[in-house]
């Protein structure tokens, strides 16, 4: 992962199912680059909770810098500071 160009550091614990990305500011990692990557080495991608910069538009989640578009899987609720918390259904 760490090898993924916009990977700042990785982290994997194969104990918990989970890899921990920090990703370099101003990336283009799409989503689905990394969830490619974890399928190519032999596991399986499930649920997957990123903070993102970008805008709603037609119902969708338009991610800042990669043109990623995420469709909403429940409604998006304020979190504070004009910050926004929502849920994407990605495949």
């Known amino acids: 992962m760490q090898k993924i160009e916009g990977v700042q550091t990785a982290r994997v614990s ?12 101003d990336n283009r990692v799409r ?8 399928k190519n080495n032999g596991f ?8 993102a910069r970008g805008a709603m538009r037609d119902g969708m989640f338009d ?4 043109g990623e578009r995420l ?3 429940a409604p998006a609720a304020a979190v504070d500071d004009g910050r926004w918390r ?3 259904i990605v495949k």
Request: net charge positive.
């Open 71 to 73: 469709t909403i899987g």
């Open 44 to 51: 399986v991608s499930k649920d997957a909770l990123i903070i």
């Open 63 to 66: 991610v800042s810098g990669t």
């Open 86 to 88: 929502l849920t994407a």
């Open 14 to 25: 194969l104990k918990e199912g989970l890899t921990i990305l920090d990703l370099k500011p």
């Open 31 to 38: 989503l689905s680059r990394l969830r490619e990557v974890i």
